[in-house]
C-alpha cells in the first residue's frame, strides 16, 4: 500500500513570497490533515478534512495560510505571503475517518529567509 | 486544557536499558492515547496506543501504561537498542466532533552503543 506522498521536500522562500505544497493521501482515506512543525515541537494540527470539506480550521492564520482539497483526493496547503516564523516541516497525514490511526507522510521543510 | 504535556526533552539510554518517557493531559475527553515515533527526515509513524479501558499495553519491547485518575500515561522501551534511537510523541484524542490528534512536544532518545 503507498503511503501519503508530498511534494514539495525542501523549499527555501524569500519573506513575502508565496509557497504551496502537494499533498496525495492514502486511497481511500477520508480524513486529511496538515499539520505545522516547527523544530524542537510537536506537530500542530492547521487544518483538517472530511472528504473535501474543513471539520477544523482552528489553527490556521487564514490571514496567510490557505488549503483546499478539491474533489476529497489531493489537497494543497499556500502561504501567502510567508513570514520568518512559517519556518517548518510541513506535515501532511491521512486516516480512513476521523479518529482512526493516522498515517503522516516525510513533509515538506520551509525555510523562510 | 487541550495540552498534552511531555516528559523528558532528551534522553540518553544504554543499550540494553529501560527508556522511559512521560505524559499528562487534563481533558478528560481524551479516550485515545497513541505514541509516535520519527526518524530525522520521516515523518511520525504510530509505535503503539491505548484507550482508557486498559491499564497497560504491550507490543514487543514497548509498553504503555495508563494511570486514568492521574491522567497519565508512559512509554516504556525495554532492552532499548540504537535503532530506537529517534524522537518520541505522545499524543491524545477525544470522542467528539472530528477528534483532532493532540501532541505532546516531543523528547528525543538516544540510544548509546
Known amino acids: 500500500e503507498a503511503g501519503v506522498a508530498q511534494s514539495p521536500r525542501y523549499k527555501i522562500i524569500e519573506k513575502r513570497q508565496s509557497v504551496a505544497f502537494w499533498c496525495n493521501p492514502i486511497s481511500g482515506h477520508a480524513t486529511l490533515y496538515w499539520y505545522q512543525q516547527i523544530l524542537g515541537q510537536g506537530p500542530k494540527l492547521l487544518i483538517q478534512f472530511q472528504n473535501n470539506g474543513v471539520v477544523d480550521d482552528s489553527q490556521l492564520p487564514k490571514d496567510r495560510f490557505s488549503a483546499e482539497r478539491l474533489k476529497g483526493v489531493d489537497s494543497t496547503l499556500k502561504i501567502q505571503p510567508a513570514k520568518l516564523e512559517d519556518s517548518a516541516v510541513y506535515l501532511c497525514?491521512?486516516?480512513?475517518?476521523?479518529?482512526?490511526?493516522?498515517?503522516f507522510g516525510p513533509g515538506t521543510r520551509l525555510t523562510v529567509l | 486544557q487541550q495540552q498534552v504535556k511531555q516528559s523528558p526533552q532528551s534522553l540518553i539510554v544504554q543499550k540494553g536499558g529501560i527508556s522511559i518517557i512521560n505524559c499528562a493531559y487534563e481533558?478528560?475527553?481524551?479516550?485515545?492515547f497513541p505514541w509516535y515515533q520519527q526518524f530525522p527526515g520521516k515523518g511520525p509513524a504510530l509505535l503503539i496506543a491505548?484507550?482508557?479501558?486498559?491499564s497497560e499495553k504491550k507490543e514487543g519491547r514497548f509498553t504503555i501504561s495508563f494511570n486514568k485518575s492521574a491522567k497519565q500515561f508512559s512509554l516504556h522501551i525495554m532492552d532499548s537498542q540504537p535503532g530506537d534511537s529517534a524522537t518520541y510523541f505522545c499524543?491524545?484524542?477525544?470522542?467528539?466532533?472530528?477528534?483532532?490528534?493532540?501532541f505532546g512536544t516531543g523528547t528525543r532518545l538516544l540510544v548509546s552503543p
Open positions: 491505548i484507550r482508557p479501558d486498559v
Open positions: 499524543a491524545a484524542s477525544g470522542n467528539t466532533g472530528f477528534q483532532k490528534l493532540v
Open positions: 481533558n478528560t475527553a481524551f479516550d485515545y
Open positions: 497525514a491521512s486516516s480512513l475517518e476521523p479518529g482512526a490511526v493516522a498515517f
